[in-house]
C-alpha cells in the first residue's frame, strides 16, 4: 500500500522567510496530492492540491511542486506570517481510490 | 467546517462502555470518512461509506463500526471502548471533482479519553 513520509517534523522561521515541505510517496500509480493546514483544536483544511498532470500550481504566496519520477511533492509558503503556524499535512491518493494516506504532518512556527 | 459538525466535542469515558460518535452533513456529499489523529501517526482512516447503507474498512477499522442510514449521518461506533483508542476523531465528506480525484473536507473533530 502508500506510504507517505513528512520532513521536516518541526520548522521555526522568521516572519517574512520562506517555508518548504517535502513529502515523498510510494505508490507509483497516486495522482492526487493535497495539503492541508490544521491549526490548534480545529479539523484540518485544505490549502492547495495538485494533480500529477501539473508541475506546479500557486495561489497567493502557496506553491506546491511535484516531481512524478522521484515521487516528492513539496508545500512553498513564501512571505511568511504568524498565522501561518500551523500544522501542515501532505497526503497522497490515486485519482479513483478511497483512500487518502496522509503523512505524520509538520508543525510550523513562524516567529515574529 | 464545509457544512459537517460532529457530536460530541469531547468525551470521557470507561473502558468496556459503548461509545457512539456521529457526524452530520448538510453538502448532500456521498462519501463520508472517519479517521483518527494520534501524535507522531498523522490521520489514519478507520471506516468510510460510499453511499447510503454501503461501507468499507480502513486502515485501522478493528474495534469500530459504523453505520448509515440516511446520506447526512454517518455514526461511528466503539463496542467495548479500550484505552487504545483514546484519540481525536475526525469526519470527512467527499464528492468526486471534474478531474475525479475527491477532495475530503474535514469536520471539527471530536476528543475521546477511555479511562
Known amino acids: 500500500g502508500e506510504n507517505v513520509e513528512q520532513h521536516p517534523s518541526t520548522l521555526s522561521v522568521q516572519e517574512g522567510d520562506s517555508a518548504v515541505i517535502k513529502c515523498t510517496y510510494s505508490?507509483?500509480?497516486?495522482?492526487?496530492f493535497p495539503w492541508y493546514k490544521q491549526e490548534l483544536g480545529k479539523g484540518p483544511q485544505l490549502i492547495i492540491d495538485i494533480r500529477s498532470n501539473v508541475g506546479e500550481k500557486k495561489d497567493q504566496r502557496i506553491a506546491v511542486t511535484l516531481n512524478k519520477t522521484a515521487k516528492h511533492f513539496s508545500l512553498h509558503i513564501t512571505e511568511t506570517q504568524p498565522e501561518d503556524s500551523a500544522v501542515y499535512f501532505c497526503?497522497?491518493?490515486?485519482?479513483?481510490?478511497?483512500?487518502?494516506?496522509f503523512g505524520p504532518g509538520t508543525r510550523l512556527s513562524v516567529l515574529p | 467546517d464545509a457544512g459537517i459538525t460532529q457530536s460530541p466535542r469531547h468525551k470521557v469515558t470507561e473502558t468496556g462502555t459503548p461509545v457512539t460518535l456521529r457526524c452530520h452533513q448538510t453538502?448532500?456529499?456521498?462519501?463520508m470518512y472517519w479517521y483518527r489523529q494520534d501524535p507522531g501517526h498523522g490521520l489514519r482512516l478507520i471506516h468510510y461509506s460510499y453511499g447510503v447503507k454501503d461501507t468499507d474498512k480502513g486502515e485501522v477499522s478493528d474495534g469500530y463500526s459504523v453505520s448509515r442510514s440516511k446520506t447526512e449521518d454517518f455514526l461511528l461506533t466503539l463496542e467495548s471502548a479500550t484505552s487504545s483508542q483514546t484519540s481525536v476523531y475526525f469526519c470527512?465528506?467527499?464528492?468526486?471533482?471534474?478531474?475525479?480525484?475527491?477532495?475530503?473536507?474535514f469536520g471539527p473533530g471530536t476528543r475521546l479519553l477511555v479511562l
Open positions: 497526503a497522497a491518493s490515486r485519482t479513483h481510490g478511497q483512500n487518502f494516506v
Open positions: 453538502e448532500n456529499h456521498r462519501y
Open positions: 470527512a465528506i467527499s464528492e468526486t471533482t471534474s478531474g475525479g480525484a475527491k477532495t475530503q473536507y
Open positions: 505508490d507509483s500509480a497516486s495522482n492526487y
